[in-house]
């Protein structure tokens, strides 16, 4: 685990992990950054996360209130400027990211349900929500859920 006393004061870690980028006023991260989320990585540090946004936040602003996740206002996820931080719900990280409406109209351009079958209007049953269901897969569905309580029926007697 190392001793405590070994490690570098953060903002000297920090420091030399970034790169200022003048025309957008980014703090580029310069250490390691995530494959999956294309966020810069701070390792074991002294702040509630190794993520480096989060830390630098931290580090120069304080803590980070329970619950709350950290907006990249510039939308550049690399950066760790804290002018350009501001801590949110994850809600709202999401909407303000257009995460929720990307996959809201996605989902509305389909063409075909998760099993291929086509969205046409004599295969859709009807919905108050909007949302299409297939009515084959619908029908599947229901057919299945009949014969299993057929079975559970008839295991355990019930009405007979
Ligand atoms: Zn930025
Ligand atoms: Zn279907």
Redesign the pocket.
Known sequence: MGRRGAWKPITERLWSKIMPEPN???WLWVGSIDKNTGYGHLGKNEYSSALAHRASYECFRGPIPVGLVID?K?R?KS?V?PD?LEPVTHYENNVRGGVYDAAAKEKKSRTHCRKGHLYEPSNLVPSKSGTRVCRICHRAIAIAFVSRRRVLIKENNYGA
Do not use: E, F, L
């Open positions: 957008s006023g980014c990249h510039c550049v950066c400027n350009h």
